[in-house]
């Protein structure tokens, strides 16, 4: 399903487009479909840089990820190493896996870089450093599992890429839990990632589409052509509509645009529980 497209410069790296480090990515990106060679030559461009002690150091909170590697260090979104006997999806492997490497490697060491030059380093802070990468990783689409860190690969066997939706509510919460420079980059990232959703929104309509702006429906934050919904939240829109849905304790139908009441007393009205089981079974993976 995530095979055969070059979709994470929109989706795992849309908090940071328009950014130097995005822009470098995305052009180097096509490289990395056509030649095993160019993610050697990132590696090594990596380990060139004067931060990479630091950043390989954080390699896992910041997911420098690298074909090859154990599942846990691998792309979720292409865990089996059976994918690089197969000529397209090896190729589309390399792109995103390059890519995000890419992106979360250069946007790590420039933030350090611009900090040192200002007299506010925190290399040798490992708090904040580890903060600052964990921030950028789940920024990008890789988030944190805590505890359960050790259970990636029976939990990714349940949910379809857990560490992508760990990363979705923790862009949500990191401008709020973090502190320093790991703090103003997660409200930075999240606010470019609110913003640009909301100008292609505003530039839709205008157009003419379909917009949905209410956040209990499911179509929220989507535009609609037709039968065609394009989510163009980065993710965000199902736990965006899940929150609005328990605080309001109401949902509203994407079809009939009937607001209905949670735990009401009609016939088969649904419950919050309904809500959440419904949340979950989407994020379920094929076969569970």
């Known amino acids: ?35 095993p060679l160019s993610l050697d030559e990132l590696e090594v461009k990596m380990h060139m840089s004067k931060y990479s002690e ?24 292409y865990g089996s190493k059976l994918i690089d006997k197969i000529p397209l ?16 490697f250069n946007r790590f060491v420039n933030i350090l870089e611009r900090l040192d030059r200002a007299g506010r380093g925190i290399t040798d802070n490992p708090k904040a450093m580890k903060d600052l990468a964990q921030v950028i990783g789940a920024s990008t689409g890789r988030g944190t599992l805590g505890s359960a860190e050790g259970a990636a690969r029976p939990l990714a066997t349940v949910l379809f890429s857990p ?3 760990a990363s979705r509510i923790e862009m949500l919460t990191n401008p709020f839990t973090k502190s320093g420079p790991a703090r103003i980059e997660a409200a930075r990232s999240l606010a470019t990632l609110a ?28 535009i609609k052509i037709g039968n065609t919904r394009f989510d163009i939240t980065g993710g965000m829109a199902p736990y965006i509509i899940l929150i609005a849905r328990l605080v309001t304790r109401s949902t509203k139908s994407s079809t009939t645009g009937t607001v209905m009441i949670l735990n009401g007393s009609a016939f088969n009205a649904r419950t919050e529980f309904d809500v959440l089981t419904d949340f979950v079974t989407n994020k379920a993976s094929p076969m569970a």
Do not use: H, N
Request: hydrophobic residues 35%; aromatic residues 12%.
């Open 195 to 222: 913003g640009t959703s909301v100008a292609i929104l505003g530039m839709a309509k205008m157009a003419g589409a379909d917009v949905e702006t209410d956040p209990r429906s499911s179509d929220f934050g989507r």
């Open 54 to 77: 630091q950043a390989l150091k954080y390699k896992r909170e910041l997911g420098l990820t690298q074909l090859g590697e154990t599942f846990t260090q691998r792309e979720e979104q």
């Open 163 to 165: 560490r992508w939706v």
């Open 89 to 104: 999806l090896r190729g589309s492997e390399r792109a995103f896996t390059g890519f995000l490497t890419d992106l979360r």
């Open 1 to 35: 399903k995530v095979g055969f497209d070059l979709s994470a410069p929109l989706r795992q790296g849309r908090a940071y487009l328009g950014s130097r480090e995005w822009f470098g990515a995305a052009r180097r990106m096509f490289s990395y479909a056509k030649d």
